[in-house]
């Protein structure tokens, strides 16, 4: 790892012959160095990096430490994050490290084979999401996290499931997180669809497939979808469907739904927390209005 100044172990500047009492005496306010953790020194007096709280954190966990949590999903470029302010530390079970300062230390007997990234010895991404997870009280993050570490491929739902099963069996806000997420949810808001759907008393749905008419042109790539019926269900925000070319597109994408003979219902997201049983009654209603026609000659690829 490269920074801007270096951070270094107190004891490692003793062995290059810098006395202890100089070392405490640059670190005292308004000295010329920061001691950053006990033992772990910046040298210069500037705030720390985000790099160099990284650095300083695995040096105060020392030998077969590895980053984990937020700080490891954001070196994988992940960005849909809770903020936790600090950096999180796996080590070995049997190591005696406490948390210290802005270094949460947790012991694990499953420590996993590191990923390097940036240079930074970095727990693989499905390990990192549940360890964050674990630490996050809101589902709305939890559901976050996952949904964009699958739908950015960098894990399987399947390996979250793994992760959870062997770190957090009896934590029911994980594996209620992680349902829509095994059932195709691209979101937070296609979660709360899920969740609704399964309320809701309808055969099967499938989440985010690709729609084919009979030529085998593309039709769209419904949140969700009744192949039974051939009921596509539209989660649109206003927000992102509302100006430029995202508005021109989901005219065009209604257009070809039109066009294939598919029934539609499009509904924001903050009506599926809001009004649920109003969108389930309308979700059921167009579900009866896809039924009561023939079935349109379109497939799923």
């Known amino acids: 790892m490269t920074s801007g100044q270096a951070v270094v172990e107190a004891k490692r500047l003793e062995e290059l012959g810098v006395p202890r009492r100089t070392i405490w005496r640059r670190c005292e306010p308004g000295g010329v160095w920061r001691m950053l953790l006990p033992g772990v020194v910046l040298l210069g007096n500037g705030e720390p990096t985000e790099e160099q709280r990284i650095e300083a954190g695995l040096i105060h966990a020392r030998e077969s ?15 849909k994050l809770p903020d936790f302010g600090d950096v999180h530390v796996l080590v070995p079970a049997g190591r005696a490290i406490a948390s210290t300062g802005f270094v949460h230390v947790e012991r694990t007997r499953r420590l996993p084979v590191p990923r390097i990234r940036a240079g930074v010895p ?17 589902l709305d993050p939890i559901v976050a996290m ?47 669809a899920w969740s609704l759907w399964a309320r809701s008393g309808l055969p099967a749905f499938r989440w985010n497939v690709k729609v084919f008419d009979a030529t085998g042109r593309f039709v769209a790539k419904p949140d969700g979808w009744c192949d039974e019926v051939g009921f596509a269900w539209e989660v649109d925000s206003r927000g992102y469907h509302s100006g430029g070319d995202q508005f021109r597109a989901t005219l065009a994408r209604n ?15 903050s009506r599926i927390r809001t009004e649920p049983n109003l969108v389930l009654d309308e979700l059921r209603a167009a579900f009866r209005s896809a039924q009561r026609r023939p079935r349109p000659d379109v497939h799923i690829g």
């Not at 399987?156 to 062997?166: G, S």
């Open 122 to 138: 970095t727990a693989p991404v499905p390990r990192a999401v549940i360890d964050a997870a674990r630490r996050t009280p809101e």
């Open 65 to 79: 430490s590895m980053l984990t949590g937020v700080s490891a999903l954001r070196r994988y470029g992940l960005k």
């Open 255 to 269: 257009a070809r739904y039109a066009a294939a003979g598919i029934v539609v219902l499009q509904t924001l997201p």
């Open 146 to 192: 996952m949904a964009e570490a699958v739908q950015e491929r960098h894990c399987v739902p399947r390996a979250l499931a793994v992760e959870i099963d062997e770190r957090s069996r009896f934590d029911a806000r994980l594996l209620r997180g992680l349902a829509p997420i095994l059932g195709g949810a691209h979101s937070v808001a296609e979660a709360d």
